[in-house]
């Protein structure tokens, strides 16, 4: 365990109750239980709801990946969640975000031409709803005049996940 975390830290397989989960989680996250997924198991139901969620936003949306990816770094920035940034910057690149815009995700909107109007749509909507909460209408507009109703709600549902994933992260004082 890192000794700033506030919780504990279950070590995947010294809980036989927690088999099956962990087993569902190794195959969701690509095999290893990170540090995330270890202070969650401290609440099985949470773990078990938060993966299921979690899954759900990461790998079962119609979302291009690289609008996801972006509006999670945004998250990440905004709320000072250093693991998250970190964590998903891979998922980023894979995406086929430049590593450009990766950084400039940090000064948004700093270099807002760097951007498709598509990102820059994505990443206004984070900024939005991380710092303000409401989402203006003028820019609601904007995203229901590029995305169909499916695309609005799998965008939206995923700036408020990865604002639960980094305000949990903080909270915890979970980092790599």
């Known amino acids: 365990m890192a000794s700033s975390t506030h919780v504990p830290l279950v070590e995947p397989g010294t809980r036989p109750e927690l088999a099956e989960l962990e087993n569902t989680i190794r195959a969701e996250r690509g095999g290893e239980i990170a540090v ?48 998250e940034f970190e964590a998903h910057a891979p998922h980023a690149r894979s995406a086929g975000v430049s590593e450009e815009k990766i950084e400039a995700v ?26 303000d909460i409401e989402v203006p209408e003028a820019l609601m507009q904007k995203l229901r005049a590029r995305f169909d109703a499916r695309g609005v709600v799998e965008m939206v549902a995923t700036v408020a996940a990865y604002n639960m994933v980094s305000r949990f992260l903080v909270a915890l004082n979970i980092v790599h």
């Open 36 to 83: 995330l997924y270890q202070a969650l198991l401290n609440s099985p139901s949470i773990a078990s709801g938060w993966e299921k969620m979690l899954t759900a936003v990461r790998n079962r949306t119609s979302l291009p990946a690289d609008l996801r990816e972006l509006v999670i770094l945004r998250v990440a920035v905004i709320n000072r969640a250093s693991f």
């Open 106 to 131: 940090r000064s948004w909107p700093d270099q807002r031409d760097l951007f498709t109007s598509d990102e820059q749509l994505s990443l206004d909507l984070a900024d939005a709803m991380t710092r």
